[in-house]
């Protein structure tokens, strides 16, 4: 009967992981485990938008309006109204060019330039 419960708990716990949809050269997977680690709750797999956040594959995130620097400060500070806070002690400056490398290779896989 334990086995059966174990079983089950570790079911749902698998079941309730985001897991990215696009598979990624070597050179972007540090920034995708970052992501999936850091960001994915709110702004869904593979940058895609979820429950909380927005999807980061729009135009108004593109690197033309929104620049990297940009990017690392809102993970370092959190956003000015306050929807995202800050992530400062959660990633280091290595991680956060990472993460924004990986967003940005996902905004050029979808057209975004």
Known sequence: MKNLIYSAILFFISACSIEPGKEVSGEFRAGQSQFNKVCVNCHGPDAMG????????????????????????IIINGSNSGAMPSLKNRVSEKEIEEITKYIRYLQKESGLT
């Open 50 to 73: 979820g429950n909380r956040a927005p999807s980061l594959i729009q135009e108004r995130f593109s690197i033309s309006k929104y620049s990297n620097e940009n990017i690392a400060q």
